[in-house]
């Protein structure tokens, strides 16, 4: 049952709620005083702009959450990710849940995932969907370089690392199109409720 | 006919590029930026006639600019009584201030960056932003304000520094820090045990080392820790301006104006602005003190 809690005098936090669904009817609608929505793992954080807003902001949150059905209202946006199932830990992880290379690589593209939220850097998305077997947790030593691209698993979520940087997730392979840029319109390949299917691809990496 | 602009002669410490942030993107990971001291930094661009929010320079001191100019320019910094004239050629210097961690530099026109996603402010956490400020940079001033001159006496000349008085400035537009500072309790207050919010009130607070533009670490003085419910991790969730989280050593830390959009910590309270730079303004070593918020 989702709960409208005080984050601060200029913030709510929904919790208990589906954290995608109404954060993209937020971003779709962008109420005059709501200045940020930040999406979470089963919660929402609505910053307001000042705290006279804020009970004008909880009323209407109020009825959004009621009126959250199953059914999405706002449609999303859905992104093919071609994924080249190269990665360092790709073996590894199927030795550890005991099936093959291939399997592994058919489980992801097989699977619907969708961006729950997106933190750590601009443009990391979290996708959900994968099957529980490839819900590992992170690595042990986390790397203090991954590359830019890397299309990586861990605690259950799927992600591409927009940049270089450290990481203990599980690298299965690498995606050539940037998914961040802040030049481009959207910056974000993968902002929160997009829906995404992993394509395998074969062709090596383009010489940049 | 020479540009009008800065070039950083010493680019000092922790010195950024900040307008009034880059609000509206937290839903993709982008920290909110801006300036740690919102209403310091609005003075020194109404000092220059700029409305709240122009492109100015923060800087935890030291840094030192150049003027190239066919005319006198219009500046401000906050480690200075008031606004003051450049004469082109003239060089201007911030002082460190022992006794607040930021100040800014502002000329009349502001700062001339390429924006990103809407704002030129420099985010230290993510990199976003106009370069750091470095030695040798140089930094376009846009359309300096040469009417502004007008308004005051005639006080151009050959090179002139504003540099602040060696000894801790004066600065009377300028409030005091506050010490005692308003918190609200934090959104899920089962996270912890049922002291929590109270030991973060009685509690004296020293702010460590490594304190930067992402967020200020508290240390109990007397080794107070405080304890967070024994439960599973809690999940990633939003994070707000002012937030203080708890991580496991058991000591506070503030989130401040680059903090991450997203933390697995649980928040014991947050800190609303002005009071917040009671904190994310005081130098390492100083001591804190929190009250519950009326």
Redesign the interface.
């Known amino acids: 049952m989702a709960r409208v809690?005080?984050?601060?005098?200029?913030?709510l936090?929904v919790d208990d709620v589906d954290a995608a669904g109404l954060?993209a009817l937020l971003?779709d609608r962008r109420p005059d005083r709501v200045?940020?929505?930040?999406?979470?793992?089963?919660?929402?954080?609505i910053?307001v702009d000042r705290?006279e807003d804020l009970a004008g902001v909880r009323r209407l949150v109020g009825s959004l959450v009621a009126d959250l059905g199953s059914e999405r209202t706002v449609s999303a946006r859905h992104v093919r990710l071609a994924v080249r199932f190269d990665g360092p830990d790709l073996a590894e992880v199927a030795r550890r849940i005991g099936r093959s290379v291939d399997d592994v690589i058919g489980s992801v593209t097989g699977s619907s995932l969708e961006v729950a939220?997106?933190?750590?850097?601009?443009?990391?998305a979290?996708l959900t969907g994968l099957e529980p077997a490839l819900h590992l947790p992170r690595r042990a030593s986390p790397r203090t370089r991954v590359p830019a691209g890397s299309f990586a698993v861990a605690a259950g979520y799927a992600a591409v690392y927009p940049g270089a940087s450290p990481g203990g997730w599980h690298l299965l392979g690498s995606v050539d199109v940037p998914v961040w840029d802040?030049?481009r319109d959207p910056?974000?390949l993968l902002?929160?409720g997009t829906r995404v299917t992993v394509e395998a691809v074969a062709e090596p990496a383009v010489e940049r | 006919m020479t540009t009008t602009s800065f070039a950083v002669v010493d680019p000092g410490f922790a010195t950024t590029i900040q307008d009034a942030g880059r609000?509206?993107?937290?839903?993709?990971?982008?920290p909110?930026a801006g300036p740690v001291d919102p209403l310091l930094a609005d003075l020194a661009n109404r000092l220059v006639g700029n409305p709240p929010g122009t492109p100015l320079f923060e800087t935890a001191g030291g840094l030192e600019v150049e003027l190239a100019a066919p005319t006198p320019v219009l500046v401000a910094s906050t480690t200075s009584t008031g606004p003051s004239v450049v004469a082109p050629g003239g060089r201007i210097r911030v002082a460190h201030d022992p006794h607040r961690s930021f100040h800014y530099l502002a000329v009349a026109g502001g700062l001339v960056a390429d924006p990103?996603?809407g704002s030129v402010s420099h985010d230290t956490l993510?990199g976003?932003g106009p370069s750091a400020v470095v030695r040798g940079s140089v930094w376009r001033i846009r359309g300096a304000n040469v009417r502004a001159l007008g308004a005051l006496d005639d006080r151009s000349g050959p090179e002139r520094s504003t540099e602040g008085p060696s000894a801790v400035p004066d600065v009377s537009p300028l409030r005091p820090l506050p010490e005692v500072i308003p918190v609200?309790l934090?959104?899920?207050p089962a996270r912890f045990h049922d002291d929590a919010f109270d030991l973060l009130c009685t509690t004296r607070w020293r702010v460590a080392v490594g304190s930067d533009r992402v967020g200020v670490r508290l240390e109990a003085v007397d080794g107070t820790v405080l304890t967070r419910r024994d439960a599973p991790e809690p999940?990633?969730?939003?994070?707000?301006l002012?937030?203080v989280q708890v991580p496991h050593d058991g000591q506070p830390v503030v989130m401040s104006v680059d903090h991450?959009?997203?933390?697995g910590y649980p928040?014991v309270a947050?800190?609303?602005l002005p009071g917040l730079v009671g904190v994310t303004q005081r130098p390492p070593g100083s001591i804190v003190r929190f009250v519950p918020?009326r």
Do not use: K, M, N, Q
């Not at chain 2, 999940?235 to 707000?240: K, P, Q, T, Y």
């Open positions: 809690v005080d984050f601060g005098p200029t913030a936090l954060a971003l200045v940020d929505v930040v999406a979470g793992d089963g919660s929402v954080v910053d705290p939220f997106c933190g750590f850097a601009p443009g990391f979290y802040p030049d910056p974000a902002a929160p | 609000r509206g993107w937290a839903h993709l990971g982008v909110r990103v996603l993510s976003l609200h934090g959104p899920r999940a990633s969730e939003g994070l707000v002012g937030a991450p959009t997203t933390g928040v947050v800190i609303p918020a």
